[in-house]
């Protein structure tokens, strides 16, 4: 495959994941805000631009209707408007490597929330929640890994999709948890308050794992069990453990089509981060330190990003033919 085609379907892919993302935390979050004090709305919007990345130059202000619309329209950061318009452009460079119908889902998206009513709409009701753009660019997402999934035949473009989507995911898992990581478990033994209750459902709910949480676990809300669950469920799609996996298996499947020996390296990498959520318990993780623990995995997970961008996308004519 074309270097260039590999190029712009993992990040088409990594940007959709991203602004579904996105939206997800501020929904999540705008809803909670029902039930708060002014004191957990700090930390609470503080944590949502940490678990982003802290975006550059977007500063909390103690006013979360104007931060959510910042953090969905601003087209100087990585905002959900800028993250669709991006993976539009990426699809528009494959245009002929994809179906017709992830075209048609992706091109909808972006001409829904780039039509000028929306964006003059957005400018009026600066005071209001976002939230039927976010609605829109949620249901947009999901439609279009949906179409993806059925249309697109599962070969070696795919799997750059499949790559994209997952390790943009476990990047962003592993800086939510380490987001609420102060909430959660960096406290002394206690019995835990209804405010502890909220913010342990809404880490849950910012991964889409409440309902798969309570099939688990039950209804029983423990920081212990949630940690398990989001870092170490192998049947989970948010979790981190099947993230890598994921990821690891369509590395794989792209090495049985590319072939040669130049991804030995790609393969020690993504192959150890899997083995650490495989064999690991959470036990072991709370015994050390959880912080250094989450940072490792975000590390390793920019070492596996650099790997497949020097093998796929930025070779040498004479380390192509070498592999």
């Not at 712009?8 to 029902?34: C, F, G, I, P, Q």
């Not at 318009?85 to 245009?95: C, D, L, M, Q």
């Not at 398990?228 to 990821?247: K, N, Q, T, V």
Request: glycine share 4%.
């Amino acid at each position: 495959m074309l270097s260039r085609v590999a190029d712009s379907l993992y990040w088409m892919s990594r940007y959709l994941e991203r602004a579904e993302h996105t939206t997800r935390l501020l929904d999540v979050n705008l809803n909670l805000m029902l039930d708060e004090s002014s004191v957990s709305s700090d930390r609470r919007w503080q944590r949502v631009l940490q678990a982003l990345g802290n975006p550059p130059d977007v500063q909390w202000n103690g006013d979360p209707i104007q931060l959510a619309h910042t953090l969905t329209f601003n087209n100087s950061i990585a905002s959900v408007l800028s993250s669709i318009v991006s993976a539009r452009e990426n699809a528009h460079h494959v245009r002929e490597q994809i179906s017709t119908e992830m075209w048609q889902r992706v091109n909808s998206l972006y001409l829904n929330v780039t039509r000028p009513e929306m964006q003059a709409e957005a400018l009026r009701s600066t005071s209001e929640a976002p939230t039927e753009f976010l609605a829109q660019v949620m249901e947009g997402v999901h439609q279009f890994q949906g179409v993806t999934d059925s249309t697109m035949s599962h070969g070696e473009g795919w799997q750059f999709i499949q790559v994209g989507r997952y390790i943009e995911r476990a990047t962003a898992t592993a800086m939510l948890l380490e987001a609420y990581q102060p909430e959660l478990w960096h406290k002394e033994e206690r019995l835990p308050e209804t405010n502890d209750y909220l913010e342990w459902m809404g880490l849950l709910r910012s991964a889409t794992a409440f309902e798969a949480y309570c099939k688990v676990y039950t209804a029983d809300l423990t920081p212990e069990w949630i940690l398990e669950f989001l870092l170490l469920d192998a049947e989970f799609p948010h979790s981190l453990r099947f993230s890598i996996d994921s990821m690891q298996h369509a590395l794989d499947a792209i090495q049985d089509v590319s072939g040669g020996t130049r991804a030995e390296n790609l393969s020690r990498i993504s192959g150890r981060l899997g083995a650490t959520l495989s064999y690991a318990s959470v036990t072991e993780i709370l015994q050390g330190n959880v912080i250094s623990y989450l940072r490792d995995i975000q590390r390793q997970c920019r070492d596996i990003h650099n790997a497949i961008f020097e093998l796929y996308v930025d070779y040498s004519i004479q380390t192509a033919l070498a592999g």
